[in-house]
């Protein structure tokens, strides 16, 4: 399968908890994405990573919530210091963009579901 | 920022008949408009898109148009069969940007 992979696929954890997601890209994709979707809504921009390089933050992103891209392909979204309100789905897409025109489209993983107790 | 309105929220047809979803947008620099099927379980998967430099396109039974003017894009399914019940979502962005702005998605069932 040479789709967005993300692991894991479930977690529960106890408030206050740690918890760190995975996400691998499509292989050669150079935008990643981290969006957050909660029970009956759509899914919404947490942050985005072009190669390396973290380039844009949503106002949703506490600063309990941390992302990386250390070598450009897959990443990782730690949550610290986990609350009740942290519960959703998180979901990771990639893409190949070309600077410039605007061609671009995002490939979403399966999620990973956080419940939070 | 930008804002996405999807309605309806819930749509229920006979097998065979026609959907259609309708979304609003609210910032005129959007030109890129994606709709994804999500699925139970499942993360959402790309089924058209359209840019801003036309008016229509089709996919099969699927179809999407857009009016700038008024800032409104439509999903149309034909001849629905009971695997196109889904979570539909539309979106958007702008043309200097990247990250998609999602509406709230409307629950198609399909009625064998």
């Known amino acids: 399968d040479t789709g967005v992979s993300q692991d894991p696929r479930h977690k529960i954890t106890k408030r206050g908890q740690n918890v760190t997601f995975r996400c691998d890209p499509i292989s050669e994709h150079n935008r990643l994405y981290w969006y957050r979707q909660t029970l009956g809504q759509g899914p919404e921009f947490l942050t985005y990573?072009?190669?390396?390089?973290?380039?844009?933050k949503s106002r949703l992103l506490s600063d309990r919530f941390s992302a990386e891209r250390p070598k450009g392909s897959f990443s990782t979204l730690e949550i610290q210091r986990t609350e009740q309100g942290d519960s959703a789905m998180y979901l990771c897409a990639s893409s190949l963009a070309f600077t410039g025109t605007g061609k671009e489209t995002q490939y979403f993983g399966p999620g990973t579901r956080l419940l939070v107790l | 920022g930008e804002n996405v309105e999807q309605h309806p929220s819930t749509l229920s047809v006979q097998e065979g008949d026609s959907a259609v979803i309708k979304c609003t947008y609210s910032?005129?620099?959007?030109?890129?408009f994606p709709w994804y099927k999500q699925e139970l379980g499942k993360g959402p998967q790309l089924i058209i898109d359209?840019?801003?430099?036309?008016g229509e396109k089709k996919d099969q039974r699927i179809a999407v148009t857009l009016n700038k003017t008024a800032k409104h894009f439509s999903l149309h399914i034909t001849e629905t069969q009971p695997e196109d019940s889904a979570v539909y979502f539309c979106?958007?962005?702008?043309?200097?940007?990247?990250?998609?702005?999602f509406g709230g998605g409307t629950r198609v069932l399909v009625k064998p």
């Open positions: 990573f072009q190669n390396e390089a973290q380039l844009e």
């Open positions: 910032d005129s620099a959007s030109n890129y």
């Open positions: 359209i840019r801003s430099n036309v």
């Open positions: 979106a958007a962005r702008k043309a200097a940007g990247n990250k998609l702005t």
